[in-house]
């Protein structure tokens, strides 16, 4: 399921670079499933599966922005992050967005670098009455 994996790979993954404060917030423990489900609707994300089972997404708007981008914490540096991101890239070019943006955590920040993305800039962000850090990178195509 996606929210299982967001949330894990949140709490897994992303507790490298930022506390546990922080990391509740951005994943907190009771998930809004009515949320998610429209979230998956409105946005169709893009799915990474292994035998069956979901091992990354990413959403893709219209104007390039790339919403969400996960992978699962047991399929990290395996390639599954790379792929997805390709096939998002082809999705783009088919339509035609000629700019990729999204706001990148610490931990995700040199995944996006090594994939030609540039940092426009750091940013402090809220959610939930909780600053965290990210960067805003974008890549032309």
């Known amino acids: 399921m996606i929210m299982k994996l967001f949330y894990d790979t949140v709490h897994e993954i992303n507790i490298r670079d930022y506390t546990q404060e922080q990391v509740k917030a951005w994943a907190a ?49 395996k390639g599954i992050g790379s792929k997805l991101l390709k096939h998002i890239e082809n999705i783009a070019k088919s339509r035609e967005i000629k700019r990729l943006y999204a706001e990148v955590s610490i931990t995700a920040k040199s995944f996006f670098q090594h994939h030609g993305f540039t940092i426009v800039k ?16 974008e890549k032309y195509l």
């Open 29 to 77: 423990e009771t998930m809004d499933y009515e949320f998610w489900h429209k979230r998956l609707q409105n946005k169709s994300p893009y799915i990474a599966e292994n035998n069956g089972e979901i091992v990354g997404f990413g959403e893709l708007d219209p104007d390039g922005h790339i919403d969400c981008f996960y992978c699962h914490s047991q399929y990290q540096r």
């Open 122 to 137: 750091e940013q402090q962000v809220e959610r939930r009455g909780v600053l965290f850090t990210n960067y805003l990178m």
